[in-house]
């Protein structure tokens, strides 16, 4: 489940401000509008397990984010220093029963205005939130194995431009351009491909 989901499940209310009698404070599901919140000692201090992998639309690019399966405690925002957008609580992750000072903001950072950024999935079980993000990483990599595929393609289409161009020289041509035509050729077909694949490859997720 997803942040407001998550704090609804447990009773924990998003307040909108009111003004006046004619505009009494009013309960919204919305964290992109809420001004506080109520009922928060309901989670407060309360274990659950979080987790998210979504990949970026530029796949040379990493990951907008990555948090594999982790154990954390359910905290106050105002109990830290950094500001955390959108979230009346933040997650510290849990490491071998001790509780670290990590922080972990609920949501990312595509968020803007009034709009609020994409929340992790949260969860009370491990294996619901190891399950989630199996099926994260499986459908990120199907993104990937179609993105290796359009590389691979355009690269083939390169090498076979450059194999026509040069078997349509004269001989004589040949023998004067060959080495720099060949020079410049390459390395068009090569350096920004191999570099899409590099970093491509690098940015693939592990289940």
Known sequence: MKLNEYLAKNAVKLMIKGSGENYPPRQTND??????????ENVIGKMAWICDYR???DLTKKPIRNIKPTPVVVTDAKETSKTIYYSPVYFRPVNRGK???TVIAPLD???YRCCSGT?????YTKEECVKCYREQVRQADEIYEKEKARIIKEFDALACRFSMILSRRSTMSRRATTPLLQ??????ILSDTMRKIGIFISRRPEP
């Open 99 to 101: 509780i670290s000072s």
């Open 31 to 40: 964290l992109g509008m809420y001004d506080y919140a109520e009922g928060l």
């Open 183 to 188: 020079k410049w050729m390459l390395r068009t």
């Open 109 to 111: 950072n595509t968020g």
């Open 55 to 57: 990949a970026n639309a």
């Open 119 to 123: 929340s992790v999935n949260i969860f």
